[in-house]
């Protein structure tokens, strides 16, 4: 029995749905003669993404949600690996562990990678975020927000400091549903901290704590950085001046946490949400800014047509006359 065959074994008997990844990895490690202990502990993150690489070509994959799942299946397994202490790879574990804000983190480069890829594409219905995705994405954003090495750093260099406002801005579109450009046209006299509440399109929009102290610790980074007396906009630039209306460098920051860079599927999940929640259609676009046809399409994912087929059928049935005719 090789290094690798106990491990897997007992990795495949809570995580089954694995498989197909765990094994694909193991046939590139055999190989490329990187499956003993001594060559595994050498293993690092550019050796995952030529292990994806090697998937892609060989099961021919063109979805992105794959080559997300086989990355994350590979991740575990070696994590795995390191909490049973059967492998030692002090490099590697720091690269799966940094924070995916980092660069140079295990998940921030398979991220840019699958992202860049021209194979792969969106999966069809992909392009609204599903829960785990966003679950996720909102604890990268809070780890980003809450770490002492972005605060800190943000206050004397832009790459910092942006990815600090890139996390508050989608965390704020997740909150509400927003279009980018509104996020744009929001004043700095639109938050309210001592209320617990930001001014969107005329709501008042409760602000939850922990979005409030994020808020707060970005008034602060500002004033630390130079800002002197008032400014019109909420979100600036390191200079100052109004943030850009292009989404680039939040969508950067996106594409780096998650592997996609479209801040649209933010807002078509958080739209999704208000509709079900009962949100009407005038009152909902008047605070998003979205146009018809991003809410018919979030529409008739939330009421399909059988569903609406039935709900006619039931109102039909519950009628006071039904029973009479």
């Known amino acids: 029995m090789d290094f690798l065959t106990e491990y897997v074994e007992q990795f ?25 202990k ?3 502990q050498g293993v690092r993150t550019e050796t995952i993404i030529d292990s994806l690489k090697y998937y892609i070509n060989c099961s021919k994959v063109t979805s992105r949600d794959t080559a997300q799942r086989y ?50 594409k969106d999966s069809e219905g992909f392009e609204i975020f599903d829960y785990q995705d ?3 994405l909102i604890e990268n954003c809070n780890e980003t927000l809450e770490s002492e090495e972005v605060r ?20 704020l579109i997740l909150l509400c549903g927003i279009r980018y450009e509104v996020v744009c046209e929001i004043k700095s006299s639109d938050l309210h901290l001592k209320y617990n509440k930001i001014r969107v399109n005329g709501f008042d929009i409760q602000l939850p704590k922990r979005l409030h102290d994020q808020f707060q610790v970005y008034e602060e980074m500002l004033l630390e950085i130079g800002l002197t007396g008032e400014r019109e906009s909420l979100f600036v630039e390191y200079n100052f001046e109004k943030i850009k209306e292009t989404t680039s460098t939040t969508s950067s920051f996106l594409k780096t946490l998650t592997g996609r860079g479209d801040v649209s599927g933010l807002i078509k999940y958080r739209v999704l949400q208000l509709i ?39 109102m039909i049935i519950n009628s006071e006359m039904f029973y009479s005719l």
Request: include cysteine; hydrophobic fraction near 35%; charged fraction near 30%.
């Open 12 to 36: 495949l008997e809570n995580k089954p749905n694995y498989n197909n990844d765990i094994n694909t990895i193991r046939r590139f490690l055999i190989e490329t003669k990187k499956d003993s």
């Open 152 to 171: 800190s750093k943000g206050k004397t260099m832009q790459k910092y400091f942006n990815k600090y406002r890139s996390a508050l801005i989608l965390k």
């Open 276 to 314: 079900r929640a009962g949100v009407n259609e005038k009152l909902l676009r008047q605070l998003t800014s979205i146009g018809e046809t991003m809410y018919r399409e979030c529409h008739e994912h939330v009421f399909d047509a059988q569903r609406a087929k039935r709900h006619i059928n039931s």
């Open 71 to 120: 990355s994350f299946a590979v991740k575990e397994l070696f994590m795995f690996l390191f909490y049973k202490k059967a492998l030692i790879n002090s490099e590697f574990e720091y690269e799966l562990t940094l924070p995916t804000y980092n660069e140079k983190s295990y998940r921030a480069r398979v991220n840019n990678y699958i992202a860049k890829h021209q194979s792969l």
């Open 134 to 136: 966003i679950e996720k």
């Open 38 to 40: 001594e060559a595994l």
